[in-house]
């Protein structure tokens, strides 16, 4: 027998997944051929020498994993789980009815030759009129007139 | 041509029975279950993770993904299908582009190399007097070897999976895992052939 083949079997009677009749044939390698009681005595050293580690997970794998398993079983989850795909869908078709929408204002509120003869940019700015709002207030409740930046 | 640990139908139907007290509410089977197997699956993840942190996640996910496809169990070797689950999450974790540790990589917390620290700890009794040193070198020239080659080695010797099972996992022929054993088997030999004779000779 070839020692390449011889290998393969020897790995193979290790594992014990040779059929009776190779397992004959292999025995018979073994008693006529030094060779083989060599490569087989080397591999069950090697075996040997190598056992399963002793480092095991940590000390409260087991509750996290419980836990883990409790909140994948909650009857929400469950659900949101089930919807997730149609939530998806229903996010992606709000989003292009919005930019939809804003392209259309944008459209039919600044057409050309209101912006033209206008001449000036006509931007309603909510956020500046509260902060200026707030800026006033805490003018008056301060009761003088100094920036309230620089205090 | 089944392994020892297939051939044994006891234990594949405590798993099951085990499994189907948990999903019946019995908690403490999920612990059963785990204190079972967690040393040499723990010790596979361990191979091939980034420390012990990493490993602990991937531990609970495999048993958390075993648990929730138990419909796909079917009373076969338990073991090997959580090793399969274990494989399939940390090929999914090498493709995020988390780049694998090498065994002399130091761990940040205990400071020495991941290769001494399993091999401080999985000699058998037999290793110990003579073995510890030959147990480095096992761990360093395995960790030399390409993945699939590393990971039928530690499947097969530490875990003592079938070839048949270790195909399984590997999704490829039993010749083709055959082969990748005997490319590492080779290779160790190469690499520890003065120290291995002596080991031999002395009977360790």
């Known amino acids: 027998m070839k020692t390449k083949k011889l290998e393969k079997w020897l790995l193979l009677e290790q594992s014990g997944e040779l059929s009776p009749r190779q397992l004959r044939r292999l025995n018979r390698e073994l008693s006529d051929s030094e060779e083989a009681r060599v490569l087989r005595s080397e591999l069950r050293r090697l075996k040997g020498v190598l056992l399963t580690p002793d480092i095991e997970p940590s000390p409260w794998t087991v509750s996290q994993i419980a836990a883990r398993l409790r909140v994948e079983n909650r009857p929400d989850m469950a659900l949101i789980r089930i919807l997730k795909p149609v939530l998806a869908l229903a996010a992606c078709l709000a989003l292009m009815l919005g930019i939809g929408n804003f392209h259309g204002e944008r459209a039919s509120s600044a057409s050309p030759g209101v912006v033209a003869s206008a001449g000036v940019d006509v931007w309603d700015d909510p956020i500046g009129e509260d902060l200026n709002n707030l800026e006033n207030l805490i003018v008056a409740i301060s009761g003088d007139s100094n920036d309230v930046m620089e205090m | ?204």
């Not at chain 2, 494989?87 to 290769?115: A, C, F, Q, V, Y």
């Not at chain 2, 490829?172 to 120290?195: D, F, P, W």
Request: hydrophobic share 40%; aromatic share 8%; glycine share 6%.
């Open chain 2, 1 to 204: 041509m089944k392994t020892a640990r297939e051939n044994n139908p006891m234990d594949q139907e405590d798993d099951a029975e085990l499994l189907a007290a948990y999903r019946a509410g019995d908690g403490e089977s999920l612990g059963k279950l785990v204190e079972k197997y967690k040393r040499p699956l723990f010790g596979f993840i361990l191979r091939f993770s980034e420390g012990r942190e990493e490993a602990d996640e991937i531990f609970q996910e495999v048993w958390v993904r075993a648990i929730k496809n138990m419909n796909r169990y079917h009373h076969k070797n338990l073991l090997s299908w959580l090793f399969r689950i274990a494989h399939n999450l940390m090929i999914d974790r090498m493709r995020r582009s988390k780049p694998m540790l090498s065994l002399d990589t130091p761990m940040n917390t205990e400071g020495s190399p991941l290769g001494e620290q399993l091999a401080a700890v999985c000699l058998g009794p037999d290793g110990e007097a003579g073995g510890r040193e030959l147990g480095l070198r096992i761990e360093a020239a395995a960790a030399q070897l390409p993945a699939e080659q590393r990971e039928v080695f530690w499947l097969r010797m530490q875990a003592d999976l079938s070839f048949k099972e270790i195909a399984k996992i590997q999704k490829c022929s039993i010749n083709t895992a055959l082969a990748r054993m005997q490319y590492a088997v080779s290779k160790l030999r190469k690499e520890l052939a003065g120290e291995y004779r002596e080991l031999q000779k002395a009977g360790i």
